[in-house]
Structure formats: structure tokens, C-alpha cells
């Protein structure tokens, strides 16, 4: 047996694991060494993995009777992941030199090699010669992606190969996609975003909605794509991309018809990504409100981000676009300057996935998707843990009475959930349903003397509670207290202590500071505002969405 020990063995980390991140280690052992880690973004994943690789090499050390190396593969889907995970490992003590960094032309084949999907399936060779296999973003290799789901028939021809799959969501119920990866390697430990925001694991996310109108033209052009994309529908009994791609091979009339639909959907997209209202909102929201905060932006194009941008440095606000296009160093260069050159940072989907920028507290969500995967991925970007850092503002910018709809009850369903299986297919929302109930309420609105004078009250109210959650970035205003009260006979014995939790809300008025107590269980607040009129306060208000 060889003198030198494993790469991997030698993995020290400056920290201890967490309590769960051991479960999920041991889960996964348990599970043969297969299976899937659904963990939420910024609550240690990697080292999960790290762990789960150095278990096995401790394993494969005693029963290997001629080299205790063994060939660990770690598959990402962006290149800058690579040396984020390189800088990493040596930062856990694992010599630089044994460290393989496998993409475009570099092509380093080491004892603990790191690539792309996209450079290791023209390679499949890689896969055979190791002893672990890691899918970091597992979700993105599913059945339909055909090219990359030919990874998994090499990995399964061999039976002992250590397996793990990582990622923060996956639609379990959708094994027309991830039917393999379901079979293969089925989640064996689970860790959502709520579960973890309870732990103080992650940032507590606040969503604030902001809703906006189309402009004239742009509700009539919105409506002519609509009313081209319904009629071709119910024309062939097609209602999705997927049953129309198949349209698309037929040829002829019937071709040509698919076609028109797949145009009419990119139009609308690109009508509700660049909608005047949507960025003349973000534009407010970063110049007023935070001039000199980090602020990540994700739309849904190139055009309505590059847009923004061009309306940004108008104002005299400098931003930088980070798209799919840019290179590696010039990435960096951008992440580097972020927040000394520049405050808002834009992207489309470059930035979703596996970037470690925990210092981010405010993001903007522009964009109209319905992927829940996509969601979680930019939620994680902006609720990573910092010192310091207990809140984090999430800000959807949506179109009312469009397909921009739904995109607030999915972001808030990301967040809130205690189970990922409640999350599957959560944004398959009926549209036309969404219309209906929103006619009966606005029916019931005019049909009663009063109720929109109320909501306009109401909607002011959240206004100012969310501008309480905003302060709260800067200093504490919601602040938790406890109280007890005695009831009951003189006699100690009989006597009976009541504890129950109240919570100190700054609130300024007038440029006045004054401090009221709430009662979250019983809805009462110590304000005038709640003692005269007896209504649910802005007090009130803020401390539900602080602590729900």
C-alpha cells in the first residue's frame, strides 16, 4: 500500500459541520453511497459533499489493497464554479497539485478533477476512471436534456461508484424530467429555505411586491399576443412549449402554425421583461431608495437589462451587465468593483447559480419566469449569512393582470414552505383562473360602498409597514420583548405567571422617533393609530412580515 494518503483525506476544515449537514452526510452513506442532498442555497452544500467524498476515501483506503488514491469527479455548470471550488479545497487543506481543472483548453486530469458538464461529456472516459462522481446543480441534468442524461449510462456501469447529487430544488414530481435521477439517486436528506432561515442557517428574505401597469400601447400589443397564442392553442389542443414543440415536426401548415405561437410567447416575454412602468420601478427603487447599496437585478433578457442600464447611467447612476457572454476574468473584474465603482449589478441568468457574494442585501426580481428551480436559485443569491447580516430585501417588480402575476405567490411560496414537495409545479398556475378571481374580487369591490376607499387605506399601510422592514437594514427597528404577567389568589401556590411575547417597533413620525409595543398574538399595538380606530396598524403589519 502507497505511503501517501488521498487527496481528499487530508480535508480539514476550519469549522465544524452543522448538526444537519452531518444528517445529510450520513444519510447519504446509508443510502450506499447514492442519492441526492436537496439543500437550500447558502447552507453549505459543498462541504456536504466534501465530507461525503472523504468518508468514502476512508472507505475505499481499507479495502484497497495497492494505492489508497482515489479519483473523486466534481461536475459544475459554469466555469467560474470551478475555481470557486479549487479555492475552496486548498482552503481545507488539499495540495493544490492534486487538484484537475477540466474545461475549454484546460484539460487536467488529477486525483480530484473538476469540469463542466459541457467539456466532461465530450470525455466520458473521466467518469469511468473515478470512484466518486459529484453532480453539483443535479437538477440541470434531466431526462430531456438528451446529451447530458448519456452521463448517467456511464455512471451507472459501474455498481460500486459513489454517487451524490446536489441542488437547492427538484420537482419530484415531474419524472418526465428527472425520472433517473429520481430512480438513481432519490433525495435522501432535505433542507428548504424556511427551515433554514428558522435555524438562523440563512438571512431572513422579506418579499416586497411592487405592482405596475402597463402602458396603453403595451396592453394593446400584450393583448394581441395573447388572444394569437389562445387561438392556436385551442386550435390543436396545445397549451404548453412542450406539446407544441411537437408540432413543430410535422412540417407545412401545421409547422408554420407552431411556429407563430413560439413568436407570439417571445414577444410577450419581451413586452413584460422591458415594460416602461416595470424599469421607470426599479429605476426609483435604486436611485431613491439605495444610491449607495450592492443591489442585484435579474430580468428575464438581454434587452430589457440592458435597458435598465441605459436608464441608470441617465440618471447618472453607473451599472454593470454580467450575461452569459462575459468572460471569466472580465466577471471577476465586474464582481470586484461591485460596490466601490458601481452599485447595481444586472444579469439574466448568469449569476443564478453557485456565486458566493453573502454581502448582497437587496435584489430585484424583474423577470416573469415561473420555474420554481430558477426562483430559489436567485432567492439563494441574496440570503447567504454574513456577520451583521440578518435580513435581506427581495423586491418583484410585476405586471397586474398579466402572466407577471403569479410570479409574487411563487417567490413567497420559495421562501415559506417547510417541505419541498408542497413547491412542485407550484407555478403552474392557470392563468385564465387567476382573470377569473380577479374579476369577482373587483366586482365585489364595486358592488359594496366603501371597500376601495378601504383598500387604498390598506394599501398605503402595507406601504409604510414595508418602509419599516426597509429601515430595519440599517438599524434594528422591530425588536423582541417579553412580558409577564400574575394571575390568581395571593397564595404563591395558586398563583399563575403568564409569559407571552411582545416586540418594540421604532416608527417615525414627523421626524420624531417613537417607540410602540405589538402584541403579535393578540393583534394590539400601544400606537394611536391602532387605540382609536382599532384596525390592524402599520406597527402590526411590519412585525407579521418580519416574523412570517
Same mark, same amino acid.
Given at each position: ?39 437550500? /442555497? ?9 465530507? =461525503? ?22 461536475? @459544475?455548470?459554469?466555469?467560474?464554479? +470551478? ?50 462522481? +459529484? ?19 456511464? @455512471? ?9 447529487? *446536489? ?25 428548504? +429555505? ?19 401597469? *402597463? ?15 389562445? %387561438? ?36 410577450? %416575454? ?16 435604486? /436611485? ?46 465586474? *464582481? ?32 416573469? /419566469? !415561473? ?11 441574496? +440570503? ?17 393582470? /398579466? ?56 394599501? %398605503?399601510?402595507?406601504? %409604510? ?39 418594540? @417597533?421604532? !416608527? ?16 394590539? =399595538? ?10 390592524? =396598524? ?11
Amino acid at each position: 500500500m502507497s505511503d501517501s494518503p488521498t487527496a481528499i483525506s487530508q480535508l480539514k476544515f476550519p469549522f465544524s459541520l452543522k448538526a444537519d449537514q452531518i444528517d445529510a452526510v450520513n444519510a447519504w452513506i446509508d443510502n450506499d453511497c447514492r442519492g441526492t442532498i436537496v439543500y437550500s /442555497t447558502g447552507t453549505g452544500k459543498t462541504e456536504i459533499a466534501f465530507e =461525503c467524498a472523504k468518508r468514502v476515501a476512508s472507505r475505499y483506503s481499507s479495502f484497497s489493497s495497492s494505492t489508497t488514491t482515489m479519483n473523486i469527479l466534481l461536475m @459544475v455548470p459554469r466555469i467560474i464554479l +470551478i475555481e470557486q471550488n479549487i479555492r475552496r479545497l486548498v482552503a481545507y487543506g488539499i495540495p493544490k497539485d492534486k487538484i484537475g481543472a477540466y474545461f475549454g483548453e484546460r484539460k487536467q486530469i488529477k486525483e480530484i478533477t473538476i469540469g463542466t458538464y459541457q467539456s466532461i461529456i465530450r470525455n466520458l472516459d473521466i467518469i469511468r476512471r473515478s470512484n466518486m462522481v +459529484i453532480f453539483d446543480e443535479i437538477h440541470l441534468i434531466r431526462d430531456t436534456a438528451k446529451i447530458f442524461s448519456r452521463i448517467f449510462d456511464v @455512471v451507472i456501469e459501474d455498481h460500486k461508484k459513489a454517487i451524490l447529487g *446536489l441542488t437547492a430544488t427538484l420537482d419530484e414530481k415531474d419524472h418526465a424530467k428527472y425520472n433517473t435521477i429520481l430512480t438513481l439517486l432519490p433525495p435522501v436528506k432535505r433542507y428548504p +429555505i424556511k427551515n433554514a432561515v428558522d435555524d438562523k442557517r440563512l438571512a431572513k428574505p422579506i418579499v416586497i411586491p411592487l405592482k405596475v401597469n *402597463l402602458t396603453e400601447m403595451e396592453q394593446n400589443d400584450y393583448d394581441i399576443y395573447s388572444a394569437k397564442i389562445k %387561438k392556436i392553442s385551442n386550435r390543436f389542443k396545445k397549451y404548453d412549449a412542450e406539446s407544441m414543440t411537437g408540432l413543430l415536426r410535422k412540417g407545412g401548415f401545421v409547422s408554420g402554425m407552431a411556429k407563430a405561437w413560439f413568436l407570439n410567447i417571445r414577444k410577450r %416575454k419581451l413586452l413584460l421583461s422591458c415594460a416602461e412602468n416595470k424599469l421607470l420601478s426599479a429605476l426609483n427603487l435604486i /436611485t431613491k431608495k439605495f444610491p449607495n447599496e450592492k443591489i442585484m437585478i435579474f430580468s428575464e433578457t438581454i434587452d430589457s437589462i440592458s435597458k435598465l442600464r441605459d436608464m441608470l447611467e441617465l440618471e447618472g447612476t453607473k451599472a454593470m451587465v454580467i450575461d452569459s457572454n462575459t468572460n471569466s476574468r472580465k466577471r471577476q473584474s465586474i *464582481l470586484n468593483q461591485w460596490g466601490r465603482e458601481f452599485y447595481p449589478l444586472l444579469s439574466v441568468h448568469t449569476l443564478e447559480i453557485g456565486f458566493d457574494i453573502p454581502q448582497v442585501r437587496i435584489e430585484i426580481i424583474l423577470a416573469t /419566469t !415561473s420555474n420554481m428551480n430558477q426562483v430559489i436559485q436567485r432567492i439563494g443569491r441574496v +440570503i447567504r449569512k454574513q456577520e451583521g447580516k440578518d435580513l435581506a430585501l427581495i423586491y418583484v417588480i410585476y405586471v397586474s393582470d /398579466t402572466k407577471d402575476d403569479k410570479i409574487h405567490d411563487i417567490v413567497k411560496k420559495a421562501i415559506t414552505t417547510t417541505s419541498t414537495k408542497s413547491l412542485q409545479k407550484y407555478g403552474e398556475v392557470d392563468e385564465q383562473e387567476n382573470k377569473n378571481k380577479k374579476i369577482e374580487i373587483q366586482k365585489d369591490l364595486l358592488n359594496n360602498n366603501g371597500n376601495l376607499k378601504k383598500l387604498n387605506v390598506e394599501s %398605503k399601510r402595507l406601504e %409604510k409597514a414595508y418602509n419599516i422592514i426597509e429601515s430595519t437594514l440599517y438599524e434594528p427597528m422591530i425588536v423582541e420583548l417579553q412580558e409577564e404577567k400574575q394571575y390568581g389568589d395571593q397564595g404563591k401556590e395558586n398563583q399563575k405567571i403568564e409569559t407571552r411575547k411582545l416586540y418594540r @417597533v421604532k !416608527s417615525s413620525i414627523k421626524e420624531k422617533i417613537k417607540y410602540y409595543d405589538v402584541d403579535i398574538e393578540n393583534k394590539t =399595538c400601544t400606537c394611536p393609530d391602532f387605540k382609536f380606530k382599532l384596525h390592524k =396598524c402599520k406597527h402590526i403589519v411590519a412585525t407579521e412580515l418580519f416574523l412570517f
